[in-house]
């Protein structure tokens, strides 16, 4: 071995006490990651986490692509699931669900959305911590509904007596994410 392939093996002290970096689950995104799905790179732009009254939490994060915003959500019911939607208006819902819940508490079992029909399959109660779990979280009431072959779901979310949001979307697998990767000004990984 000869003096320079001496030196060529050596790497230098900051290499050398270098911490490996270990892949990064989807579960581990923060605001600012990025992430690849369906061929296109999203940003972690928020982060919210939901604690339910029936005992269970969620995690959910937005992300954004260009003037496009999707809701990325894990939970557990019968085990993790993961889904990806999308906020609609709930006066697209057909009927009027917002003045049917207004007026009774409770929305119809069945809703049609976009041609598409779901059914109730769950609701409850629960709080909203943006950010995380810091500070109180916002009290909120939700009903779930899935479609018959439970491929898509719409959830209506009630805030307060009067405000409400929806979101549509479908089930995904947590391995149709890809290349996720922290912001340049993250070094936590």
Known sequence: MG?????KGK????????LPKREILLS?????YFVEYQLRLWQVTAYNQYDFLDETMADEWE???GDESIFLEVGEDDGMYWTVSKSISIGKIEGNVRKSIIKTDEPPERIVYDGRTYYLDDSGGGYCFEGGRDGDGEEFVYWTFET??????????RW??????????????EDEFTNIYPSDQDNSV
């Open 3 to 7: 003096l320079f392939d001496f030196l």
């Open 11 to 18: 790497k230098n002290k900051a290499q050398q006490h270098e």
């Open 28 to 32: 581990d995104i923060r605001v600012g």
């Open 63 to 65: 992300l954004q692509e």
């Open 148 to 157: 018959e072959d439970e491929k898509f779901v719409l959830t209506i979310e």
């Open 160 to 173: 307060d007596e009067a405000d409400f949001e929806a979101f549509q979307g479908y089930y995904v697998n």
